[in-house]
């Protein structure tokens, strides 16, 4: 029985780990002219890829995978 309570109360602490991880906020994608109409990550990386404008830090995760953490943001 104690064997019990004790595998219920991990998987509920995993549980509730990952849920808590998931609802990690992304800065939106700028709703300006010069992003309005980005839909493809090589659009992205004409300015936040390496030596550009404003390149993404090297800590930043995959690099192309923009549109999966990022969402345009609303007007």
């Known amino acids: 029985?104690?064997?019990?309570?004790?595998?219920?109360?991990?998987?509920?602490?995993?549980v509730t780990l990952l849920y808590t991880l998931s609802r990690k906020e992304f800065l939106p994608i700028p709703a300006d002219e010069q992003h309005i109409k980005i839909n493809v990550k090589e659009k992205c990386l004409e300015c936040h890829g390496q030596d550009r404008i404003a390149p993404l830090k090297k800590e930043h995760p995959p690099k192309d995978?923009?549109?999966?953490?990022?969402?345009?943001?609303k007007k």
């Open 65 to 73: 995978q923009c549109f999966e953490c990022h969402k345009m943001a």
């Open 1 to 14: 029985m104690k064997k019990n309570i004790v595998f219920v109360a991990v998987v509920l602490l995993i």
